[in-house]
């Protein structure tokens, strides 16, 4: 089984959907994260949690939000899905100990499209 | 904040062939440089990294370089096979900053048999 498990793997919904991509981790890792991925732009943060009683926004915050359930439980939600939101998000989890460089180990993806 | 430029975003090579990934950073405090693999239908993978105090840093048929002054660093793959085709992120940060990883724009590599 993966470490960093995403749910759903693949999504289509309307404009003006709630929708709720999830993020499961068996890494023991405090850190988790949540990028989006479009073509040519790389990863850009959207939101990132240091523990469970932590949210941080990251570069592209507007539009979502997110909750930390529990330290292996990240959830990243659309209140009202737009067509530019389609892309591929991924959660990503890390570990920033002594000695450590912080390595991002992500999931598999949710690819989101909305119509 | 951080702003990190990759080129090429495509790069065919024949089998065998070298590649090289081109990034520019422009925060002078960036000391961090990973680079990460994503094969088709998976998640990013750290393949290597190099800190700031160091100019160059190999693994087997991949090594990195940094250039401090020009703010730029690269990388590059020997003997290319198929199963390098991917796509490859390059990534600054100034590390124990409390900043985030700032992703360049990703290259997409097809190695040709």
């Known amino acids: 089984d993966a470490d960093v498990t995403q749910t759903p793997r693949n999504r289509i919904t309307k404009t003006g959907k709630r929708i709720m991509l999830e993020c499961s981790q068996t890494?023991?890792?405090?850190?988790m994260y949540w990028y989006r991925q479009d073509p040519g732009l790389g990863l850009r943060l959207i939101y990132y949690?240091?523990?469970?009683?932590?949210?941080n926004k990251g570069e592209i915050s507007d539009g979502y939000s997110v909750s930390r359930q529990a330290q292996a439980k990240f959830s990243l939600s659309l209140e009202s899905a737009i067509p530019n939101q389609t892309a591929l998000y991924f959660c990503?989890?890390?570990?920033?100990?002594?000695?450590?460089?912080?390595?991002?180990?992500f999931g598999e993806g949710s690819r989101l499209t909305v119509l | 904040g951080e702003n990190v430029e990759q080129h090429p975003s495509t790069l065919s090579v024949q089998e065998g062939d070298s590649a090289v990934i081109k990034c520019t950073y422009s925060?002078?405090?960036?000391?961090?440089f990973p680079w990460y693999k994503q094969e088709l239908g998976k998640g990013p993978q750290l393949i290597i990294d190099?800190?700031?105090?160091?100019g160059e840093k190999k693994d087997q048929r991949i090594a990195v370089t940094l250039n401090k002054t020009a703010k730029h660093f690269s990388l590059h793959i020997t003997e290319t096979q198929p199963e390098d085709s991917a796509v490859y992120f390059c990534?600054?940060?100034?590390?124990?900053?409390?900043?985030?990883?700032?992703f360049g724009g990703g290259t997409r590599l097809m190695v040709k048999p």
């Open positions: 890494k023991g890792h405090d850190r």
């Open positions: 925060d002078s405090a960036s000391n961090y």
């Open positions: 190099i800190r700031s105090n160091v």
């Open positions: 990534a600054a940060i100034t590390h124990n900053a409390g900043n985030m990883l700032t």
């Open positions: 990503a989890t890390s570990d920033p100990g002594t000695g450590n460089t912080g390595e991002l180990f």
């Open positions: 949690s240091f523990d469970v009683k932590d949210i």
